[in-house]
């Protein structure tokens, strides 16, 4: 499908509501549509050579609710992916992001966001202007602090594993819906985990194994006692 047609095409599925998009090597036009059905509206836009998404497409579809570039090469992202104002799930993960768009805070109906396997070196202080997003994954990335804006954070589930993590602000207690915290294989010093992260915060399961302390030191915190409480009472509820 040549490039005009593309346009033409992109016009006319302006209600699509789920779209991927991944690195395909070879081919002789930069990208194609694939994979079409016209029942649940799904549609795959598959890249066919080495290159970035194209800003104008991405921009079209307006009505999207996921949107998936997971596994390119992406080390910017367009800034026509901010006019997605109803998008929900945003899987950006395996790519060679070190920031986020400035204006990446009008993604206002975000709910999902993964960035798994990305160079991002610290919290992008943008997410703090998501009021609807539930989940963060920043796993496999580089920070190295939990520092910027994180008492703004309006999150459920924070995911940053494997990262290089060495300080955590105690202002990470005030997230007021943080419940799941997840730290494991950090560099991590006992001393450097806030402990009203027991004792103050909404955060019922704390996983922070592969640090630089044995897990029998944290139980011997002052508060671990009220995590434990709160952490009991969850998998009450969910049992």
């Known amino acids: 499908m040549g490039n005009s047609a593309l346009r033409a ?45 194209a800003a104008l497409i991405i921009g ?20 026509e992916l901010c006019n997605l104002k109803k998008l929900e799930t945003l899987s950006l993960n395996n790519n060679h992001l070190r920031e986020l768009p400035s204006t990446f805070g009008q993604l206002s109906a975000l709910k999902t966001l993964s960035l798994s396997g990305n160079q991002l070196r610290a919290l992008p202080p943008q997410l703090c202007n998501l009021q609807h997003l539930d989940v963060i994954e920043l796993n496999l990335n580089q920070n190295q602090s939990v520092e910027i804006g994180i008492c703004k954070l309006t999150v459920c589930v924070l995911y940053l594993q494997s990262n290089a993590i060495s300080q955590i602000s105690v202002k990470i207690s005030c997230c007021p819906r943080l419940k799941v915290l997840r730290l494991e294989e950090n560099c991590l010093e006992l001393s450097m985990l806030p402990q009203s992260i027991l004792s103050d915060s909404q955060i019922c399961l704390l996983a922070v194994e592969g640090n630089l302390f044995e897990i029998k030191k944290l139980r011997e915190l002052e508060g671990y006692d009220k995590y434990m409480e709160r952490f009991t009472a969850t998998k009450k509820k969910f049992a």
């Open 9 to 53: 095409h992109v016009e006319t599925r302006r209600k699509l509501v789920s779209f991927s998009l991944r690195t395909r090597g070879g081919g002789a036009v930069p990208f194609r549509v694939t994979e079409a059905d016209e029942q649940s509206q799904d549609h795959r836009l598959i890249q066919q050579q080495d290159r970035e998404p």
């Open 60 to 79: 079209k579809f307006t009505l999207l609710k996921s949107l998936s570039l997971n596994n390119n090469k992406l080390t910017v992202l367009p800034g």
